[in-house]
């Protein structure tokens, strides 16, 4: 007899402590909060609630452990041998990381299972390999002297994530700033703590030293903003909104001149021309990009922008598509869409709902919350036609399974209209003219193009935004710029 994903996710015991210097703490304060699941609004389990006195512990032991070499001044190729183990044991653990994933977050598990832990595994994996790949630079000096060029560790980076991909984003940070040789204290968003402090026991027995990676879960105005204030972290990674992204380089900037790298928000243009040689591929991609994780993407693509000669067409197919994407138990393997993280998100989103039609959009389907009777937060996949790019709906970041659709004639108007955002992360063309694709792809103020689809790329390719949507880039030989001092040192050989 198979075990339903249910029935494995009761048995599982649910991490719920601060982890520091390889062990599993309380708070200093004692102080525990609920943490729920969001497929059915029940409590799942306490988790510890770190703040000032566990972050000022946190990062006491990273930099102890930092200065005394046990991880920052060992070999490359040993640094790789022990991510590389720990990337196959994230794998080995796969599916008890994915419960713990969609438990928290409510995102389908077949996602978890086939998106999200292979993927942060990955990560894990590349930079590990990378670690002794990467050389160093002479410089091209005259005769009279010897420049080297060099990348040391940057020392004590503590990571601030969200709850949309918890394993991902915090992957993201910890693959390059391990390989690097970095101490690393991360705080996960309060609504998803589980699978971060598992991460950290994992690392462990993969045979990373205690203290390299420490978690304290808890709130971001005290355990966050304890992070950004802090005098001895040097660089904070933050992966959020663009409104804490923004506290953050304050705190920088009142407290130690940390390096702060953002990467924030973002509204993506999905612009698809009349010349789009796969319509069909274009209205899936289209369903796709807004529904997949509940719309809770930074690079959800959240403004259709059609050309007018083919908007009402192509809005048939995306409706057809997006019959197939109904909410339903994140636990259960055939659902495509799960619940959003919290009520308090959801709430937000349903306003928008209502924002959007007072604004004057035409709801063409979803627009409520559903399935009531399971208890968890759900809404119906939403599309809004005759949206203005002016409108609130398609201004602000809605972080949910909304869509707007916007026509435009020609080219011009199409770049105006998808580069008239504060966001710049992504943006998704549709063409099949080679040179239309590359012209308007350098018009468009956005760090990922996508041509003809959306969400492309794989570890080889850096990720990060324009604009408002940060700095920096995550994934790809860039991440290490975020982790890494670069050193000139100039030897005087007259
Ligand atoms: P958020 O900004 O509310 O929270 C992110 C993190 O910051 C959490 O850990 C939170 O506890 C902490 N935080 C909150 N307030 C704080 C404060 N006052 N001081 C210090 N820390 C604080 O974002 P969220 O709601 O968790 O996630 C959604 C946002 O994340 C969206 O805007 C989305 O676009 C963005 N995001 C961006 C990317 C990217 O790569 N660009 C990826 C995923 C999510």
């Known amino acids: 007899m198979t075990i339903s994903y249910k029935d494995r996710a009761a048995q599982l015991s649910l991490p719920g402590q601060i982890f520091i210097n390889g062990k599993r703490v309380d708070a200093a304060s004692g102080k525990v909060f609920d943490n729920i699941n969001p497929g059915t609004g029940q409590v799942m389990n306490q988790v510890a609630e770190g703040d000032l006195e566990d972050v000022n512990r946190a990062v006491e032991n990273a930099r ?34 994915a419960l713990l994933e969609t438990l928290d977050v409510g995102k389908p598990i077949s996602d978890s299972l086939a998106v999200d832990v292979p993927s942060s595994a990955n990560c894990i994996r590349w930079h590990g390999e990378a670690c002794d790949k990467v050389y160093d630079e002479v410089a091209p000096t005259g005769p009279g002297a010897f420049g080297t060029i060099t990348r040391e560790p940057i020392g004590v980076i503590a990571a601030v994530v969200p709850w949309n991909f918890p394993l991902l984003m915090t992957c993201w ?8 040789g970095n101490s690393v204290v991360l705080k996960p968003a309060e609504q998803t703590p589980l699978s971060a402090i598992r991460l950290a026991e994992l690392a462990v027995e993969a045979g990373l030293p205690e203290g390299v990676f420490n978690v304290v879960p808890g709130f971001g105005p005290t355990a966050g903003k304890a992070l950004g204030m802090h005098m001895d972290v040097d660089c904070l990674a933050f992966t959020g909104s663009g409104e804490v992204g923004k506290l953050f380089l304050q705190y920088s900037g009142q407290s130690n001149m940390k390096r702060v790298w953002l990467e924030c928000g973002g509204k993506t243009p999905n612009v698809v021309f009349a010349d789009c040689l796969d319509l069909k591929k274009a209205a899936e991609a289209a369903a796709i990009g807004i529904f997949y994780n509940q719309g809770e993407v930074c690079t959800a ?48 989103v349903l306003e928008y709902i209502e924002i959007g039609k ?44 909304v869509l707007s659709t916007i026509t435009f004639k020609d080219a011009d108007e199409a770049v105006a209209i998808a580069n008239d955002s504060i966001y710049g992360l992504a943006a998704c063309l549709w063409t099949g003219d080679v040179n239309k694709a590359i012209g308007i792809s350098r018009r468009l103020k956005a760090g990922n193009m996508w041509i003809n689809c959306w969400d492309g790329g794989d ?6 935004g324009y604009k408002q949507s940060g700095n920096g880039r995550d994934k790809s030989l860039h991440a290490l710029d975020k982790y890494t001092e670069i050193k000139a040192t100039w030897f005087d050989l007259s």
């Open 459 to 464: 570890m080889t390719m850096p990720f990060g």
């Open 64 to 97: 102890q452990t930092f200065e005394s070499g046990v991880w920052s001044e060992i070999a490359p190729k040993d640094r790789k041998r022990i991510l590389i183990r720990f990337a196959d044991l994230m794998m080995e653990h796969k599916e008890e990381l």
């Open 301 to 348: 693509a959240s403004r259709l922008i059609v050309q007018d000669t083919i908007k009402d067409q192509f809005l048939e197919e995306v409706l057809k598509v997006t019959e197939t994407m109904q909410p339903g138990d994140p636990l259960d393997p055939d659902t495509t869409m799960g619940a959003m993280v919290e009520e308090k998100h959801m709430n937000r």
């Open 358 to 401: 007072s604004e004057g959009a035409k709801l063409r389907c979803g627009g409520e919350r559903v399935l009531l009777n399971q208890g968890g937060y759900y809404i119906a996949p939403t599309i809004f036609d005759q949206v203005k790019n002016s409108m609130r709906i398609a201004q602000e970041e809605i972080f949910g399974p």
């Open 173 to 180: 940070k910890l693959g390059p700033a391990l390989a690097a």
